[in-house]
């Protein structure tokens, strides 16, 4: 286990609603990215959080927006759903927010949008 | 932007068998790492490879960079039940983050 936990397991929400999902990285971790990953599709990186700031953000519109905490948790918050949302919301957290990190992965949450 | 392709989506061998996953970018890559992910689960970091021709070998798994450093392999000698699940390859490149493969599926007929 990667010690990265995160909540909740499952979500279901209707479209247009918002969603927070949050994610508790591994100590001694600084960094936090998040990942989408679509049915049969490899993860897809949303945006990454070192030291409380963003660090570089994927091919995602504004309405996916993200905090970290100075314990160094995250949350993932999406605005505005809609069904293409449906997907398996992935937490990694690494030691140093360098491109070259391994990535620890939590167990997901899963997301379905009605 | 940065595209990295995998090769063959999936592969179903029979227990014993090899199985060996390509993985190709279309630009030169700072380094390469390979991820696992069982049914159900999530992306577990198996190897980084960050020199041009390098080769990883880990039991059973021979991870290659190629000398360009546009693709990668993975084969794994006589396959075991325990090797079933999704693997990637992801690289970076430049300043940008991990771009993931879009996986292989791997199953086993025991």
């Known amino acids: 286990e990667t010690g990265v936990t995160q909540s909740p397991t499952h979500l279901i929400k209707t479209r247009g609603q918002q969603v927070t999902l949050r994610c508790s990285s591994q100590?001694?971790?600084?960094?936090v990215s998040w990942y989408q990953q679509a049915l049969g599709q490899g993860p897809q990186f949303i945006f990454q959080?070192?030291?409380?700031?963003?660090?570089g953000r994927g091919n995602f519109p504004p309405r996916f927006s993200g905090l970290q905490f100075p314990n160094y948790s995250s949350e993932l918050n999406v605005n505005a759903l809609e069904l293409d949302d449906s997907a398996l919301y992935l937490c990694?957290?690494?030691?140093?927010?360098?491109?070259?990190?391994?990535?620890?992965f939590g167990p997901g949450t899963r997301l379905t949008v009605l | 932007g940065q595209q990295v392709m995998q090769i063959p989506q999936y592969q179903h061998v029979q227990e014993g068998e090899d199985f060996t996953t390509y993985c190709n970018s279309s630009?030169?890559?700072?380094?390469i790492q390979w991820y696992k992910q069982r049914p159900g689960g999530h992306p577990v970091f198996l190897i980084q490879l960050v020199k041009s021709g390098e080769v990883k070998k880990q039991k059973r798994l021979t991870f290659q960079f190629g000398e360009a450093k546009k693709n990668s392999s993975l084969h794994i000698t006589a396959t075991q039940t325990t090797d079933v699940g999704t693997y990637f390859c992801?690289?970076?490149?430049?300043?940008?983050?991990?771009?993931f493969g879009q996986g292989t599926r791997l199953t086993i007929n025991p």
């Open positions: 992801a690289g970076t490149q430049g300043a940008q983050k991990l771009v």
């Open positions: 100590s001694g971790h600084n960094t």
């Open positions: 959080y070192y030291r409380e700031e963003e660090n």
């Open positions: 990694a957290s690494s030691p140093r927010g360098e491109k070259t990190d391994t990535q620890y």
């Open positions: 630009t030169t890559l700072s380094n």
